[in-house]
């Protein structure tokens, strides 16, 4: 393992550095990762590897052939988020693009897939240049679209797994806003399944003067806001995990029009498929209940944006991670992780493919914040979490951490 991770010095972190730098000033949303794609692929090609690109519209796969020996496949996603960032970073994005409606928005890596980018071309570069050091096949995996939850669908339904050679483990790795330089591992459920649904509700728009004219779609979605809140606090064990968010509600364009219909976006993330099919359920009954009480014209209309699975972590092949983890950064730095309720589509790969797959976190966040941070009970306050405006990690020793680990990770294997 010394032997590959040799030739990971100062010129190399340097040159990361100023990938994961270009890349933070460039973030691309969902499906349009293709200036990403296009220097992942590059980088790849540089390395040696065999590349693919459009796998799944805008993901790339770089094969990397080495003898006999079991396929491993380490996987980045690359999209980012409708984020206007705020961390005054010299090198933070100003971007803006188009959602999949054609809205305008901000664009910011809120959740470090910048990041996850860079470490796994770091550890391309390093297993491609220590190959004499180990036998097998690398399968590097760039993932559109896992922010949307379809990106690991997407490549999977585009033949990865006919296309390419078939991995006999999975691993990933993501930033999480914990001291930087530590790990973060955990066997069994690691992360959550999450559902997110579009509700429309109609009313009968009319004059603002005269409201018994119409029905009101905004009294009634801020009626169905409220039951919605009662369904995990008093539908759902307390004993069990589960959270629903309402994120967005939107109605009308003028103050003194009662518009004819309102919308509300809501997520939903639990452990339990009976948890989760329960809940779905009570949303339907609850949303259906409320227009009916306020008299709406139409039935309600349920879209479903995103899904996404469970994450499970295989047992032995955990086991043997956080072994490695541990004999190569030192128990100090390697510590077990609660269950999350964050989501990943993630698993996606290796339940596709029979084979077992680890996903572990790396700590982003500044030493010395955080351990104040943490005296003071005020973790949530000052240390900023994913999918802040203010999420953005200290590039070291979060780079070299994450380059790292995925080669150790990836040599418990190879070796």
Known sequence: MNDVLAAFDDRARAGLTALYEDLHRHPEPAFQEERTA?????????????????????????????????????????????????????????????????????LMHACGHDMHVTWLCGAADLLASGREHWRGTVLALFQPAEELGAGALAM???????????????????????????????????????????????????????????????????????????????????????????????????????????????????????????????IRRVVEGEARVSGAPRDPEFRTLSEFPLTVNDPAATERVAAAFTARFGADRVREMEPMMGSEDFGLFGTRAGAPSVFWGVGGADPDVYARAEQAGRLAEDVPGNHSPFFAPVVEPTLSTGVEALVTAALAWLR
């Open 38 to 106: 296009g220097i992942a692929a590059a980088r790849l090609r540089d390395a040696g590897f065999e590349v693919t690109t459009g796998v799944g519209r805008t993901g790339v796969v770089g094969v990397l052939r080495n003898g006999e020996g079991p396929t491993v496949a380490l996987r980045a996603d690359m999209d980012a988020l409708p984020v206007r960032e705020r961390t005054g970073l010299p090198y933070a994005s100003t971007a803006t693009g188009r959602d999949a409606d054609g809205e305008r928005i901000p």
């Open 156 to 282: 999977l339904d585009d033949g990865l797994l006919e296309r390419f050679p078939v991995p006999g483990v999975v691993l990933g790795q993501h930033l999480f806003p914990h001291p930087a330089g530590t790990l973060l591992h955990r066997a069994g459920e690691v992360m959550a399944t999450a559902d997110s649904i579009e509700i429309r509700l109609h009313g009968r728009g009319s004059h603002g003067s005269q409201p018994e004219r119409g029905v009101d779609p905004v009294v009634l979605a801020a009626a169905t806001v409220m039951r919605l809140q009662t369904i995990i606090s008093r539908e759902v064990s307390p004993l069990e995990r589960a959270v629903l968010t309402v994120a967005r509600l939107r109605a009308g364009h003028k103050e003194n029009v009662i518009p004819d219909e309102a919308s509300i976006t809501l997520n939903v993330r639990t452990f339990s498929a009976k948890v989760r099919d329960d809940v779905l359920s009570a």
